[in-house]
């Protein structure tokens, strides 16, 4: 059980008991990002790179839009 409320930026590490999850299409060098579902329902990412650097808390639902739009192809010029 975490001791501390769930805040947007905080550490990750703050996060304990939490299982993170990354895509099987991640690099070698760790260049992926993380997820994890928290008690709440909230989703958690991280960085892979920095495990102890800042999580980005979202709503089930506003990860629910984000994937639509990624599995849409709405963000694919970000990474051509």
Same mark, same amino acid.
């Given at each position: 059980?975490?001791?501390?409320?769930?805040?947007?930026?905080?550490?990750? *590490? !703050?996060?304990?008991? /939490?299982?993170? &999850?990354? +895509? %099987?299409?991640? =690099?070698?060098?760790?260049?992926?990002?993380?997820?994890?579902? *928290? !008690?709440?329902?909230? /989703?958690?990412? &991280?960085? +892979? %790179?920095?495990? =102890?650097?800042?999580?980005?808390?979202?709503?089930?639902?506003?990860?629910?839009?984000?994937?639509?739009?990624?599995?849409?192809?709405?963000?694919?010029?970000?990474?051509?």
């Amino acid at each position: 059980m975490m001791s501390e409320p769930v805040l947007n930026g905080m550490s990750a *590490l !703050g996060l304990a008991g /939490v299982t993170w &999850r990354k +895509s %099987r299409h991640s =690099g070698q060098l760790g260049n992926c990002v993380e997820a994890a579902v *928290l !008690g709440g329902g909230e /989703v958690a990412l &991280r960085n +892979s %790179r920095d495990p =102890g650097g800042p999580a980005l808390i979202f709503t089930r639902n506003e990860m629910a839009a984000f994937l639509a739009g990624a599995k849409d192809g709405e963000f694919d010029d970000v990474v051509l």
